[in-house]
């Protein structure tokens, strides 16, 4: 072939492949590498002051038990801290971080004056503790009926704690709740209203962790599976003696994070049983 034909050729290959575009591999080299998925385990346990089923305060039992759970985050419902005699007046948040080596933010529901004048306060509420660095922190109000008012009304309280976390260079929203236990569920109608309310406000990944107090489908849990979905791990929590319903959950941000799996683990360290799953944090 001469080279003046040689020549022609390949520059009607060059048209050619200006026309049509590079080759897919080519494109798929040329465009940026998408950002891998972070695995991150939560996990949600009302620990019942520190007691189990047998009603016997054993905190040495809830560390084994949220130990072998592997969580990188965990969120702690019904936690006592200097509340009384049934927990020992220990901070059981605070304790369980210690053991686990993990961060703590503690959220109390309840703050009363301490029984002796000098002494710690009377607290109760909830909790996250997190392997990652929690870099803020909030705990927010939400409508509820008190249980330390002889006469009470629904009305704005604390105990809604919220924390970031810093996953491997993410900010990720974690929240933890504990809904109202009475049969009417007018309170959870409004507290399920303001945590969506508050929830609202923030970007980025989500993750609310809780006892809700009402299964599934109950109609006041709706409108949070509009925003969230619910790791469902296809087992009841409560109670942890051969349990009949589930009223603990996991629920992701919807688009935030895959849910691998979802699973109950047995145990009575507690009346409930803890729910945890394996999420995948999508790319940024």
Do not use: C
Not at 20 to 42: D, H, K, W
Not at 101 to 111: C, D, E, L, N
């Amino acid at each position: 072939m001469s080279p003046r034909r040689r020549s022609r050729l390949l520059l009607t290959a060059a048209l050619l492949g200006a026309l049509l575009g590079a080759p897919p591999a080519a494109a798929a080299a040329a465009s940026p590498a998408a950002s891998p998925g972070v695995p991150l385990r939560v996990a949600t346990y009302n620990i019942h002051a520190g007691a189990g089923m047998d009603n016997a305060f054993d905190l040495d039992r809830q560390a084994s038990e949220l130990r072998a759970l592997k969580a990188d985050v965990i969120g702690l419902q019904e936690a006592d801290r200097h509340w009384g005699p049934r927990s020992e007046w220990r901070d059981l948040a605070g304790e369980l971080a210690e053991r686990l080596g993990m961060y703590v933010f503690f959220a109390p529901i309840y703050s009363l004056d301490p029984a002796e004048p000098g002494g710690p306060r009377a607290e109760f509420g909830v909790a996250v503790l997190s392997r990652y660095r929690i870099v803020s922190a909030e705990n927010h109000q939400i409508t509820r009926l008190s249980t330390q008012d002889p006469n009470p009304s629904p009305a704005p309280a604390p105990g809604f704690g919220e924390a970031v976390v810093r996953v491997k260079g993410r900010p990720v929203h974690v929240y933890v709740t504990h809904l109202d236990y009475r049969p009417d569920p007018a309170v959870r109608v409004a507290q399920v209203a303001d945590t969506r309310r508050i929830m609202a406000e923030d970007r980025g990944p989500k993750i609310l962790l809780g006892d809700f107090n009402a299964e599934p489908a109950a109609p006041e849990l709706a409108p949070l599976w509009q925003e969230l979905t619910d790791a469902d791990p296809g087992a009841p929590t409560f109670p942890a003696q051969d349990p009949v319903k589930r009223i603990d959950y996991v629920a992701v941000a919807k688009g935030a994070a895959q849910v691998r799996r979802a699973w109950v683990p047995e145990s009575v360290a507690s009346d409930h049983r803890a729910v945890v799953a394996d999420l995948v944090l999508r790319g940024r």
